[in-house]
């Protein structure tokens, strides 16, 4: 079965600066997608990022990147110059042949001004 | 922006009741789900629909009950609320082709059982 871990439970960064998020996940498939969501305090879970496995270039929206690593199966989500708005808790997620989501348990960011 | 919707946003009830968690999404999505996330914590999957009339326990074991009769709306039911089931319960929805379609999200109902 697909696992997905996420190893920070909490994490801080300056206002401006930039941060990254580890997520590592097992799985022996080779077809797969993985997402970023961000959960604001008592808001709607959104979706940040998203990476098809099948493609070796990073993906990419504004201040959020991802560093893809298959081999490693590490998928971190970097957040360059950090706003306020950024603070949520951020999941990871592994979506493959099961149809399921799979998420990780969770890294809480907090950003200091 | 998603259109997914989950009323009630809050509710504090008694041990015993029956209750009904409403999720509704206008986007015309096949897929839809319920997930249980305690604060601070990972969101499991307790049920999930690919269509009308199709419905499946999650990995998560959950004595809750769902039902799709329309394509937009997918209501979980707890028959008799217990002080266990305290917990807040996310919908999301997706469309029914490619497993790259993110999940959209309604806001999610706190649901708090003294």
């Known amino acids: 079965a697909q696992t997905v871990t996420q190893s920070q439970p909490e994490m801080s960064v300056q206002e401006a600066e930039t941060v990254t998020l580890s997520c590592t996940y097992d799985t022996s498939e080779s077809d797969y997608y993985l997402f970023w969501y961000k959960q604001p305090p008592s808001r709607q879970m959104i979706l940040v990022i998203r990476q098809e496995a099948y493609k070796q270039q990073n993906a990419t929206e504004n201040r959020f990147s991802v560093n893809f690593q298959k081999a490693a199966k590490s998928f971190s989500l970097k957040i360059s110059d950090s706003q306020l708005g950024d603070a949520a808790m951020y999941f990871c997620?592994?979506?493959?042949?099961?149809?399921?989501?799979?998420f990780g348990q969770g890294t809480t960011l907090q950003v200091k001004p | 922006e998603a259109d997914i919707y989950q009323t009630p946003r809050y509710l504090v009830i008694g041990t015993g009741k029956k209750i009904t968690l409403e999720c509704s999404q206008t986007?015309?999505?096949?897929?839809m789900y319920w997930y249980q996330q305690d604060p601070g914590m990972e969101l499991h999957l307790i049920h999930y629909?690919?269509?009308?009339?199709?419905?499946e326990k999650g990995d998560l074991s959950s004595e809750s009950t769902v039902s799709r009769i329309r394509t937009e709306h997918f209501p979980l039911t707890l028959e008799s609320a217990r002080p266990s089931h305290t917990s807040q319960y996310l919908c999301a929805s997706s469309p029914g082709t490619g497993n790259n379609q993110p999940q959209h999200f309604g806001d999610g109902t706190r649901l708090s059982i003294l």
């Open positions: 986007m015309g999505h096949d897929k």
């Open positions: 629909s690919y269509g009308v009339n199709s419905t």
């Open positions: 997620a592994y979506w493959g042949n099961t149809g399921k989501l799979i």
